[in-house]
C-alpha cells in the first residue's frame, strides 16, 4: 500500500523560525549565519512578504515581478535583523511583520502618487490646451474647501469628544482616528487596511470597534460636509 505524503504545514512561521532569527543575531561566524538562514528563516520571510502583499493588495508596483519585490523587501529585512530583541517580549513574526507592511505602504504611496500625477501626453500637448490649468484651478479649489472643512471638523470633534464619546476606551480610538487627520499632510497612507493597521498601533483594539467608532465620526462629517458646502459655514450640532 502507498505511503500518503504528509501534507506541508501553512504556519510557515514556526518557533522554529523564531528560535533561529535569535540564533542568527547570537552568530557571529558569517558563514554559520549564512547557513541558518537559509535553512530556517528565508522561507518564512518569502511567505510572510508574499501574504502580506495580497492581504492588503499592496499592488502599485515597479516591477512586473512580485517575487522580484519580495526580494527586495527581505533584503531590507536583513538590514533589521539585529535589532530584533525577543527580550522585549515581542514575538518576531509580529516585529518582520510590521516592518513589512510600513515599508510596502510608503513604497506604495510613492508609487500611487506618481500614477496619478500623470496626464495622458496627446492631451496635454494639443493647441492651445487648458486641460492641466483648468484642471488644476479646480483640483486646488475642492483641496482648499475639503482642509478648510477638514480643521474645523477635527477641532469641533477634538473640543467634545468627551460629550460625543462618554466612554474613556471610545473617545480613545475616536482621538487616534482624529490624529491621522491631523498629519494627513505628512502621512503617508495607501488604503483602508492601512489605515487600520496605523490605528491599532495607537490603540489596542480589534478593528470592529474601530469601525464603529469611524461610523459615528463619519456620520459627523458627511452632515455637516454637506451643509459647509451649500451655505459657505458650519453648523456642528
Known amino acids: 500500500m502507498a505511503r500518503k505524503r504528509r501534507k506541508k504545514s501553512k504556519n510557515y512561521f514556526t518557533q522554529d523560525t523564531e528560535d533561529a532569527i535569535v540564533l542568527y543575531n547570537n552568530t557571529s561566524d558569517p558563514e554559520k549565519r549564512s547557513k541558518i538562514y537559509e535553512a530556517r528563516i528565508h522561507y518564512a520571510f518569502f511567505k510572510l512578504t508574499e501574504n502580506i502583499i495580497h492581504t492588503f493588495k499592496f499592488y502599485h508596483t515597479e516591477v512586473n515581478n512580485l517575487e522580484h519585490l519580495q526580494h527586495e523587501i527581505i533584503t531590507f529585512l536583513l538590514t533589521k535583523m539585529h535589532l530584533f530583541d525577543p527580550s522585549k517580549g515581542a514575538k518576531a513574526y509580529s516585529y518582520f511583520g510590521t516592518i513589512v507592511k510600513r515599508w510596502l505602504i510608503l513604497y506604495n504611496t510613492k508609487n500611487y502618487n506618481k500614477k496619478i500625477k500623470k496626464v495622458p501626453t496627446d492631451t496635454l500637448l494639443k493647441e492651445n490646451s487648458t486641460y492641466v490649468w483648468n484642471n488644476v484651478d479646480n483640483y486646488n479649489k475642492k483641496k482648499d474647501e475639503l482642509s478648510e472643512y477638514i480643521d474645523l471638523f477635527v477641532d469641533y470633534t477634538t473640543e467634545n469628544i468627551l460629550e460625543l464619546f462618554p466612554k474613556k476606551n471610545d473617545a480613545q480610538i ?5 490624529e491621522l487627520f491631523r498629519k494627513r499632510e505628512v502621512l503617508e497612507v495607501f488604503n483602508k487596511k492601512a489605515l487600520y493597521i496605523y490605528i491599532r498601533e ?6 470592529p470597534k474601530i469601525t464603529k467608532i469611524a461610523d459615528k465620526l463619519y456620520d459627523i462629517f458627511k452632515s455637516n460636509y454637506i451643509h459647509f458646502l451649500e451655505h459657505g459655514y458650519t453648523r456642528f450640532q
Do not use: G, Q
Not at 202 to 207: A, D, I, L, P
Open 202 to 207: 495607537m490603540v489596542e483594539v480589534k478593528t
Open 174 to 178: 475616536a482621538d487616534a482616528i482624529l
